[in-house]
């Protein structure tokens, strides 16, 4: 089929990747050029360099015949009179995080573009049916919004549907070969019948949910999950990491495992951070709420688990200086991890872009900056903001030179070993922060050797001189 993507971000190139990989034609489209410029070089580095997402840069060249990427809207509209499918995957950011309103602007300004040019295809005849679908994040009635705004914008022959996207970044591509459900909300046969014919790989596949819904069901379901696994996280940080923080003689790990051997209970989500980040879990939990807020409903509950995830960053930041009364200020720290997470370089909402920040507001005279993947990122975010605050190594050893302390913000698995470096390079006394439990296996071995150890989901521990 010809499918084409309004969007080339981490759910359309992903998407669209996969798509030509189960032989479907796909072309996308983005405003940004220098985007649409990487991908266009199909060279694995250069795609990897400015966009990491693991084996994404693999497919896109292995699928390189089925794929067309495109930044000029009248090349792209040449392929509406053949569409099939047009996927929606541009950003849907909020207005204001604490009050969960979209901003709607890029969604907006794409589906009116969209809007004039189907007008026109087919010679103006419209004669091709085409499914919009929806991958955006959007507010819960947006589908029929945008159906009778096509219908006065004069298009035809087509049916908008809501195809939400569950994907986990840094495992996007494996979850798009198999994943746990798709779903589908639509209000016509017509157009669950073009996105099973789409979709045909996973529709009756073992183990695949397919579900068919309307398209309100289709938005909450997603903004649901995603909260569903933000109280997860939520309640992991602040109940079974306080209570391994503050009575002593219990260890976060194997309280962990006599809860999640529970098989009611399941393993999602019971492993300590600093806060809860990533573009979706707490933005589509604010929404959530605002949405229900709007319709008179009682989001206590929802504002209570958001408001458990900023407090239990403000609760780490602090101990460090009242656990291991360390001052900030004027110190040269080593920061391990920018990415909100490992396997990605998104920065977007990662608790370690917010303990810079904080570490630079509270008088750090540098932070040494290391993370595999996403120093680029960071950089190109933040420009000059930190100035020589800020400077990025090359190497684990090289951001620990010369530093009163390190801290842990990401979970790339490299980190796990940094115990060892630590003892090599930086000679005790010194503060260890570790906002990933990385090293856990060594906090006893680092507290003998003189080490401060302040590590969420662990009493602090004083080094022992
Ligand atoms: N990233 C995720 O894990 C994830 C998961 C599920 C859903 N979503 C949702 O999917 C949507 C896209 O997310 P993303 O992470 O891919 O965002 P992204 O910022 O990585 O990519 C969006 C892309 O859209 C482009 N764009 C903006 N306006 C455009 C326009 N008018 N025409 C064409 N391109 C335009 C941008 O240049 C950008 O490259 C959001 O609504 C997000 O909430 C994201």
């Known amino acids: 089929m010809q499918t084409l993507y309004i969007g080339a971000g981490y759910v359309g190139s992903c998407s669209a990747a996969v798509m030509a990989k189960f032989g479907h034609n796909a072309v996308v489209y983005d405003v ?10 199909f060279n694995r580095d250069l795609i990897e360099a400015s966009f990491f997402e693991q084996d994404l840069s693999s497919l896109i060249i292995q699928n390189k015949q089925r794929m067309v990427f495109l930044d000029d809207y009248s090349q792209f509209s040449n392929y509406f009179d053949s569409a099939d499918v047009i996927f929606i995957c541009v950003p849907t ?13 890029y969604f907006e ?75 589908v909300g639509a ?78 209970i399941g393993s999602y989500g ?35 688990i958001l408001g458990g995830n900023l407090f239990h960053f403000d609760n780490f930041v602090e101990r460090i200086s009242k656990d291991a009364k360390f001052s900030i200020k004027g110190k040269t ?14 920065i977007r909402n990662s608790g370690a872009a917010d303990m ?27 420009g000059d903001k930190y100035g020589d605050k800020v400077y990025y190594c090359e190497s684990e050893q090289e951001a620990l030179q010369g530093s009163a302390g390190c801290l ?22 010194y503060l260890v922060v570790d906002g990933r439990r990385m090293i856990s296996q060594s906090y006893n071995k680092l507290q003998d050797a003189g080490y401060d150890v302040v590590a969420v989901g662990s009493p602090f521990l004083k080094g022992k001189s």
């Open 187 to 264: 209000s016509q046969e017509k157009d669950f019948s073009v996105m099973r014919e789409l979709y045909q790989r996973f529709y009756n596949a073992p183990g695949v949910g397919y579900i068919e819904v309307n398209p309100r069901e289709a938005a909450a379901g997603k903004l649901l999950s995603n909260y569903v696994l933000l109280s997860r996280l939520v309640t992991t940080f602040n109940v079974i990491g306080r209570t391994s923080e503050v009575i002593p003689g219990i260890q976060f790990e194997k309280l962990r495992k006599i809860i999640t051997t529970d098989k009611r």
């Open 270 to 304: 019971f492993y300590n951070n600093i806060y809860a980040g990533g573009s979706c879990l707490t933005k589509d939990s604010s929404a959530l709420a605002h949405q229900i807020e709007s319709a008179s409903g009682n989001t206590d509950q929802i504002r209570n």
């Open 32 to 41: 940004n050029k220098e985007r649409i410029g990487v991908f266009n070089t």
């Open 93 to 105: 950011p909020l207005k204001d995080d604490d009050v969960g309103d979209y901003d709607l602007s």
């Open 356 to 382: 810079v920040a904080r570490l630079i507001e509270g008088g750090a005279a540098q932070l040494r900056v290391y993370d595999p993947v996403a120093n680029e990122m960071f950089k190109r975010h933040f």
């Open 333 to 346: 720290l080593a920061v391990f991890g920018l990415s909100f997470k490992r396997d990605t370089n998104d």
């Open 408 to 429: 842990i913000l990401t979970d790339w698995p490299q980190f796990s070993t940094l115990d060892q470096l630590i003892l090599k390079v930086c000679p005790a006394p």
């Open 109 to 183: 300004a794409a589906l009116s573009e969209l809007s004039a040019a189907l007008t026109k295809r087919n010679g103006g005849a419209q004669e091709k049916y085409v499914v919009v679908a929806v991958k955006s994040t959007v507010p819960i009635e947006t589908q029929e919004r945008v159906a009778r705004d096509f219908e006065k914008a004069g298009v035809k022959n087509f049916g908008v549907v809501s195809n939400p996207e569950f994907l986990v970044e840094g495992q996007a591509i494996k979850d798009s070969f198999s994943p746990d459900r798709v779903v």
